[in-house]
C-alpha cells in the first residue's frame, strides 16, 4: 500500500484550506458563519450565527445556540413546531438572497461568463460595474488568490454595498480584488493595467471598448452582459467597427426546472424567461485585424432604417436583393 498523495487543500475531514480563499467552511457549524433555514414551503431566512442570539419567524423562535456546533444538513423545529432544514448557504443561493445595489449577474449567467470567458486560476480579471457583487464572487472563486479582480464601480453607493456582500461570502478581505471607484472608461486606462479578461455588465458597454481594448492582452477575451436586444445590436456592431477583436459571438442562456414525480414528468410551470444576453470576442494582437466576415448580410440587415454602427465593408445603402 502506497500513502495517500499529499493534497495542498488539506484534511478534508477538516476545515477547507483558509488560503483557498473559498468562501466555504467544512465541519461543525460556527459562531460568526452564515446559515440559511429553508421552511417547508421553500421559504428560505439566511442569517449570521451568533451566540445568545434568537432567530424569530411566523413559525416562533429557534435559538441559535441550538445550530452552533452541529454539522449542516439537518433539521430542527422551532418553539410552535415550524420544521426547517439548516445549510450553509452555496454561493449560487448567496447572490441572490444578499442585499442589492444594482441587479445582479443570476448563477447560470455567472456560470457561462466563468465557462465561456474561460476565467482561469492566476487570470487577471477587470469588471466593471461592480453591482452588488455578485458576479464578483464567482469571479474570485474563478481566479483564486494567485489571479486578481480588478473591478470598477462608478457610484459609490453600490460599491458600499458590494464590498460588503463580497466580504462577508468570503470571510474577509480577498487578497486578489481591488475595487476601484470611478469609470472604467476612465478609470481603467488611467490605473495602466493589462489583463486576460474583461467583463462589461453596465448599460453602455460601447462606451468602455476602447479602454477595454487597450487593456487587453493579444488572445484576451472581452465579454458584456446586456439585457435588451438594442444595447446587443450595439455593442456587437461596435466591436466590429472596432477591429481589433474576433467576430463577437452573442447567446443567451435559458435553464428550465423539471417536475418528476411518479409518471408526472414535464417541465416547471416557472421559469425565468429572460436575464441578459452575452458577447465575448478575442483581443487581436496588435495591428492585427480579423478577415471579414466572407457571408454577405441579411437583405435589408443594414437597410436605410438601421442607425447604428456600421461595419467595415458593409456598404451605405445595400444592393438591392
Ligand atoms: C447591473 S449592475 C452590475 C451588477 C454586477 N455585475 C453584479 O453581479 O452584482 C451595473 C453597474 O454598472 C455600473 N456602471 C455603469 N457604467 C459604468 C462604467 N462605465 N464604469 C463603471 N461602472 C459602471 C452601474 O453603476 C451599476 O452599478
Known amino acids: ?9 488539506g484534511d478534508v475531514a477538516g476545515d477547507v484550506a483558509p ?3 473559498s468562501g466555504v467552511h467544512r465541519g461543525p457549524l460556527r459562531a460568526g458563519e452564515w446559515v440559511r433555514l429553508v421552511d417547508g414551503k421553500g421559504r428560505k431566512h439566511n442569517f449570521e450565527l451568533v451566540p445568545g442570539k434568537r432567530f424569530f ?3 416562533g423562535h429557534l435559538e441559535h445556540d441550538d445550530l452552533i456546533g452541529r454539522e449542516e444538513g439537518f433539521a430542527v423545529t422551532s418553539s410552535v413546531g415550524g420544521e426547517y432544514l439548516v445549510f450553509r448557504p452555496l454561493l449560487s443561493e448567496f447572490v441572490v438572497s444578499m442585499p442589492r445595489g444594482a441587479a445582479v449577474v443570476y448563477p447560470k449567467d455567472s456560470a457561462q461568463i466563468v465557462a465561456m470567458a474561460d476565467i482561469f486560476p492566476g487570470a487577471h480579471v477587470v469588471e466593471a460595474g461592480v453591482g452588488s457583487g455578485a458576479l464578483t464572487c464567482s469571479l474570485l472563486r474563478a481566479v483564486g488568490p494567485y489571479g ?5 464601480e462608478r457610484r459609490k453607493e453600490f460599491a458600499d454595498v458590494a ?5 462577508q461570502f468570503f ?8 475595487l476601484t471607484l470611478g469609470d472604467l472608461a476612465e478609470a481603467l486606462p488611467a490605473s495602466g493595467e493589462r489583463c486576460d479578461r474583461i467583463i462589461l455588465d453596465m448599460l453602455a458597454p460601447w462606451d468602455c471598448l476602447d479602454a477595454a481594448a487597450d487593456a487587453l492582452l493579444p488572445g484576451g477575451i472581452v465579454c458584456a452582459y446586456v439585457a435588451t436586444t438594442t444595447q446587443l445590436s450595439k455593442f456587437v456592431e461596435a466591436v466590429r467597427v472596432h477591429g481589433g477583436f474576433t467576430e463577437p459571438a452573442p447567446w ?5 426546472d423539471w417536475h418528476v414525480e411518479g409518471l408526472a414528468v414535464r417541465p416547471g410551470h416557472k421559469m425565468i424567461g429572460h436575464t441578459a444576453f452575452l458577447v465575448t470576442a478575442r483581443r487581436m494582437a496588435p495591428g492585427e485585424r480579423a478577415p471579414l466576415k466572407k457571408r454577405r448580410p441579411a437583405p435589408g440587415a443594414y437597410g436605410p432604417d438601421y442607425t447604428g454602427p456600421r461595419p467595415p465593408g458593409v ?3 445595400p444592393a438591392d436583393d
Open 19 to 21: 488560503e483557498a480563499w
Open 148 to 152: 486578481r479582480v480588478s473591478s470598477f
Open 171 to 178: 470571510g474577509g478581505d480577498h487578497p486578489a480584488w481591488n
Open 1 to 9: 500500500m502506497t500513502d495517500a498523495p499529499h493534497s495542498p487543500a
Open 163 to 167: 464590498r460588503r456582500n463580497v466580504t
Open 315 to 317: 456598404p451605405e445603402t
Open 57 to 59: 419567524s411566523n413559525k
Open 252 to 256: 443567451e442562456s435559458l435553464v428550465r
